[in-house]
């Protein structure tokens, strides 16, 4: 299950995207949303959760997906569950993915320390000790993606289909939908 966490404010492209793209992979999938049974991004585009973070189970998780939006990045780093969530799915080396400005969230909590990273170009000084790539649309290090902004939404998604499903699978949805980099 790859379950992509919404809070109020999120970027709408860089959930929507990455989740069709894993759909498409064939992947089980989850918006999910803080508390309720919707969410509201930053373009006013509202979209039905599939669960609340209550319900979220963590020992079916393959991935956890975090997409940036100014206002939905501060209302997950508020939320003191998401911190909780977050730290123990890196410390049972679940795959964690976060694009734009949320990579913050993994630098806030030393998650990003002297591995790769990209992010947003105005957020990169609070990646931690993250060895920032600032010309990377989308980084793999560990068991963590991180992707540079909005624009990259396509790459970031089809990066995760890949650590999840393979090359093959990545080209064989290229083949559908024609985004070629």
Known sequence: MVYVLLAPGF????????????????????????????????????I??????????????EMI?????GDGVQNLWDNEQVSALIQEAAEKEIWIAALCAAPVLLG?????????????????????AALVEPAARTVVDG?????????????????????????EAVEEINGRIYYYR
Not at 28 to 46: C, K, R
Not at 48 to 61: E, H
Not at 143 to 167: I, P, Q
């Open 143 to 167: 068991h963590f993606v991180t992707g540079h902004a909005c624009g990259s939404s396509f790459d970031f998604g089809l990066k995760l289909v890949e650590v999840l499903r393979g090359k």
């Open 65 to 69: 997906v975090l997409p940036g939006g």
């Open 11 to 46: 970027e709408e492209s860089e959930a929507v995207v990455p989740m069709d793209l894993l759909r498409q992979a064939g992947m089980e999938t989850a918006f999910v949303s803080l508390d309720g049974p919707s969410v509201t991004g930053s373009h006013q585009i509202t």
């Open 108 to 128: 806030r909590w030393g998650l990003l320390d002297h591995r790769h990273a990209v992010s947003y170009p105005t957020r990169q000084q609070q990646l931690g």
């Open 48 to 61: 039905q959760a599939d669960c609340t973070l209550a319900q979220l189970d963590l020992s079916k998780a």
